[in-house]
């Protein structure tokens, strides 16, 4: 970044993680700060001075003695978030202008169109970045930039989060250098062997997709065969599991038809709701349809719950 700034060129850093820090804790008990309405821990806001769920918007205040052992000065602030990547930069670069662009700074066109501008106009020397940056923008004068903890995105349970961060970083790299500049990319990561890193570090999208699809065709996955997913939930989490259990209990499907579950899903609280998922996977989606239909129908769904039935999953939380 010193090599750029020096010769006038700018930077970008890119992190796709709001916020100050996704983790606030004591170091004295091990207390967390988690949301009381989501399976979520609470991410600092420092410059609004808050801390928020990002999957429900609840806010709390900011404390730093310990709620649990009473212990005073005790909450630290582990990992980062732009915001503290930003704050680190001006300790690093205090010469250099700084810029932030995320959903919580950028949540209008206008302020979209304003920081953009800047940059491209150079009133911006170093632009700290989530994904709202990572495509559809061009600035000459970017020749650096740095992806910071490039594996958070394949963390969770959900079966294209290997595709959705393999895009997500060739958009971001593809920032640098696209005028005669030569531009360099800089991707820290704890996994440099992974598959993902090495199609971006050899620019063999091919290659990537030809793994990808075997990875599936293995694990019998779409597009080698059809799902269908249903996520149960309820305030009460005996009577969501309960329910969710009747479902699979007398399973009436054919060969054909597999069913997964039911699991607590990844994200198990969500807004005061508890959540049970089941996956039914099969290799005719008429069949799998028509067993999905006769499932529900069969097990009507108590007043007490909801229930969502997705077909060809888009996501998995």
Request: charged content about 20%; aromatic content about 10%; hydrophobic content about 35%.
């Amino acid at each position: 970044m010193t090599s750029c700034l020096n010769k006038k060129e700018q930077a970008l850093l890119f992190l796709n993680r709001r916020g100050y820090s996704p983790l606030s804790l004591c170091f004295e008990c091990g207390y967390r700060y988690q949301c009381n309405q989501c399976t979520s821990w609470l991410v600092m806001h420092r410059s609004k001075k808050r801390l928020l769920c990002h999957h429900c918007g609840v806010i709390y205040p900011i404390k730093s003695d310990c709620p649990k052992c009473e212990s005073k000065e005790s909450i630290k602030l582990i990992g980062p978030g732009i915001e503290r990547i930003q704050e680190e930069l001006g300790i690093l670069f205090p010469q250099y202008s700084i810029g932030v662009m995320s959903s919580d700074v950028a949540n209008t066109p206008n302020k979209i169109k304003n920081i953009v501008e800047n940059f491209e106009n150079n009133k911006i020397d170093i632009l700290v970045a989530t994904q709202i940056m990572a495509k559809g923008y061009h600035f000459p004068n970017l020749s650096f930039v740095g992806v910071l903890d490039a594996d958070a995105g394949l963390t969770g349970g959900d079966m294209r989060a290997i595709e959705r961060t393999y895009n997500l970083l060739q958009q971001v790299s593809g920032r640098a250098g696209r005028t005669n500049r030569r531009g360099k990319v800089l991707i820290q990561t704890y996994f440099p062997d992974q598959e993902v890193i090495q199609s971006l570090i050899k620019r063999d999208r091919k290659l990537f997709v030809q793994q990808a699809l075997q990875d599936r065709k293995t694990f019998n996955i779409p597009p080698f065969t059809y799902m269908t997913s249903i996520i149960i939930s309820g305030h009460a989490k005996s009577q969501a599991e309960s329910y969710a259990q009747k479902l699979v209990q007398n399973n009436f499907a054919s060969k054909n038809i597999n069913i997964l579950g039911p699991v607590e899903a990844p994200i198990f609280l969500l807004r005061g709701q508890h959540r049970y998922r089941i996956l039914i996977k099969g290799s005719s989606r008429k069949l799998l349809n028509e067993y999905t239909k006769f499932l529900l129908k069969k097990y009507p769904l108590p007043p007490s719950l909801k229930r969502i039935v997705d077909v060809d999953p888009y996501t998995f939380m």
